[in-house]
């Protein structure tokens, strides 16, 4: 039991320090130069600049109606790890806008994109690795996947491609395509801290005809394959699958 409480303080303490990452990219990078984002961070932004309002306290109001819908399928320890994402957070954004700090980087937006893009993907991917998340549009996504079996990546790219649309309405058409070269590295860094740059996957195949596709795979691809015995529920069939270790391409 002691070593499970350990365990579950390691996990807040790395999701503290994710959504501080995060926090800073957001407050130095985003919100210095005027660069968009996705999701209710995106909506805390378009807040920001159209009516002045702490972004830090637009995400708390926004995820609460969120969490409540969440709360039957996340999970309990899902939602108490988001519960404490969503706050640590909040409160880094509304700490670190209230550090006096400046970053040189010469008025280069491209430079603030990839560096946007690189905090908010460390941050995140931390989070995600530790088993929390931040809430906002994922519960939402996650809500339409259970009940109309729309596939979670397919509604958050809905989900910030109109945050984003709304978005022209205080950044012009330079800074938007530099907000998407920052949405581009924050992906290629949350699936790079989530993995731990291991980046095969592992594969089973189940067919009649497995001495000639581990044979094909051996000589074609160049790679190996192990025998697993299975047995069909139903049928009752004794047959062979092949597990196959390979790289994403």
């Known amino acids: ?91 880094w954004i509304w700490i670190i806008q209230r550090i006096s700090f400046t970053i040189n980087i010469g008025n280069d937006t491209l430079i603030a994109a990839l560096l946007a893009g690189v905090f908010s993907g460390s941050g995140i991917g931390l989070v995600f690795r530790f088993g929390g998340t931040t809430g906002g549009t994922d519960i939402l996504a996650k809500l339409f996947q259970i009940k109309k079996g729309i596939p979670v990546g397919r509604m958050l790219f809905i989900f910030d491609s109109c945050i984003l649309a709304l978005s022209l309405s205080y950044v012009d058409l330079k800074h938007m395509m530099y907000t998407l070269i920052a949405s581009f590295i924050s992906m290629q860094m949350i699936n790079l801290i989530q993995n731990g740059g291991y980046t095969v996957r592992g594969m089973l195949i189940i067919t009649n005809h497995h001495v000639e596709v581990a044979k094909t795979i051996i000589e074609e691809i160049g790679r190996s394959a192990t025998y697993l015995h299975g047995e069909g529920a139903y049928s009752g069939t004794e047959k062979e699958v092949l597990y196959v270790v390979l790289n994403p391409s």
């Open 1 to 91: 039991m002691k070593k499970l409480a350990k365990v579950h303080f390691l996990y807040l303490l790395a999701i503290a320090i994710g959504t501080g990452i995060y926090a800073f990219g957001f407050v130095a990078f985003n919100m210095a130069n005027h660069l968009a984002q996705g999701g209710v961070a995106g909506l805390s932004l378009i807040s920001y600049a159209l009516w002045h309002i702490d972004p830090s306290y637009v995400q708390l109001l926004i995820n609460i109606p969120l969490l409540i819908l969440g709360y039957r399928f996340l999970g309990r320890r899902t939602f108490i790890y988001t519960i404490w994402g969503i706050v640590s957070l909040a409160v």
